[in-house]
């Protein structure tokens, strides 16, 4: 049982296709693109002369797409992260990017292993392509949520100033947008725009919230509802939802440094035994050869695995400490 160089030639083209990824998406619609720009897509197009309503109408297409993607098959497993990533590539140019990296990837694998079956060639290749975009997807949405969840009390302490120095919240909303880079600043004067055009600014909110799924959101739209409905002064509201966001996050944050030991430790002895068997193969690859071809070998190596993995699962859920 010897580890080739096979694994690590799939390896390598697997994280170049996950860099090819990355730069079509750049080289499309460029630097723009990029979360936490100092100046937010929006206003980039906006100062490029784009009218606003063609601006209002690109952001929501890019907001909707993916809902309304989910009627194409197996795309629904993708639809949600792509949302909540905001990926300006459409479900159709996803799709297309899937298996034009699937193609890619089989090229590469054809190139570099030769000899390799055409029917592995065809199943690698294909779940490298589909996996590939899978991944930079879900990181994707992973960075902007936790983005945008850094962002937020200082967003909020913009709209309190705004507030207390006479401006409509509309108004409060548009100057933050200004002020703060994407992935939120986009979001901000998209609902600034469409309350502009007559959109209830609390539904904006809650739509928003909805879609990145995220606490902080909802109490902020929430608290723009009932301001609306029942009166009070909305900037202390919002100055007291500002402290308790920031709590929050400084609180997310303490967990996360006190647990980090733990993660560690879980991914260490997770991996510890995979790395002993992979250095045992590449070390002495005949260590298995006396036990190989007995009729307990396979299902002994299966219960191994089973066991494997019922250990990082378990590992996982015991370090995942939930605030």
């Known amino acids: 049982m010897s580890v ?4 690590l030639i799939y390896a390598l083209i697997f994280g170049g296709i996950l860099l090819l ?19 937010n897509r929006r206003m980039e197009m906006l100062d490029g ?7 209002i109408d690109t952001l929501r297409k890019e907001t909707t797409q993916h809902t309304r993607g989910t ?6 497993l993708l639809a949600e992260k792509a949302e909540k990533g905001k990926i300006a590539f459409s479900p159709v140019m996803l799709i297309v990017i899937m298996a034009l990296l699937s193609g890619v990837a089989f090229m590469a694998i054809s190139f570099f292993l030769a000899g390799a079956p055409t029917g592995l060639k065809i199943g690698v290749g294909t779940f490298m392509g589909v996996g590939s975009v899978w991944l930079w997807v879900n ?10 969840e850094e962002q937020l009390p200082d967003a909020i302490d913009l709209l309190v100033r705004s507030l207390r120095v006479g401006h409509p919240f509309t108004h409060a909303l548009a100057n933050a947008a200004k002020e703060i880079p994407d992935p939120l600043g986009s979001e901000l004067g998209l609902i600034a725009d469409e309350a502009a055009y007559g959109r209830d600014v609390g539904e904006a909110l809650a739509a928003f919230a909805e879609r990145m799924d995220m606490q902080d959101i909802r109490f902020l739209a929430v608290s723009v509802t009932i301001q609306a409905q029942s009166g009070g002064n909305l900037a202390e509201i919002l100055d007291g939802l500002s402290k308790v966001v920031r709590a929050r996050f400084k609180l997310f944050r303490k967990v996360r440094a006190i647990t980090a030991e733990a993660k560690w430790s879980g991914m260490f002895l997770s ?17 298995y ?7 307990l070998f396979i299902p002994v190596a299966l219960i191994v695995v089973a066991f494997l993995i019922v250990n990082v699962l378990y590992m996982r859920k015991m370090v995942n400490i939930q605030v």
Do not use: Q
């Not at 080739?4 to 694994?7: A, G």
């Not at 035994?273 to 002495?284: D, Q």
């Open 4 to 7: 080739s160089p096979t694994l």
């Open 21 to 39: 990824v990355e730069a079509l998406y750049l080289m499309t619609f460029g630097r723009s693109a990029r979360l936490g720009s100092r100046l």
């Open 49 to 55: 002369k784009v009218k606003r309503a063609d601006v």
């Open 71 to 76: 009627a194409i098959p197996f795309y629904s």
């Open 139 to 148: 990181g994707k949405a992973k960075k902007r949520h936790d983005l945008i």
């Open 271 to 287: 991996g510890f035994p995979i790395g002993a068997m992979l250095m045992i193969s590449m070390i002495k690859p005949d260590y």
């Open 289 to 295: 050869d006396d036990v190989k071809e007995t009729s």
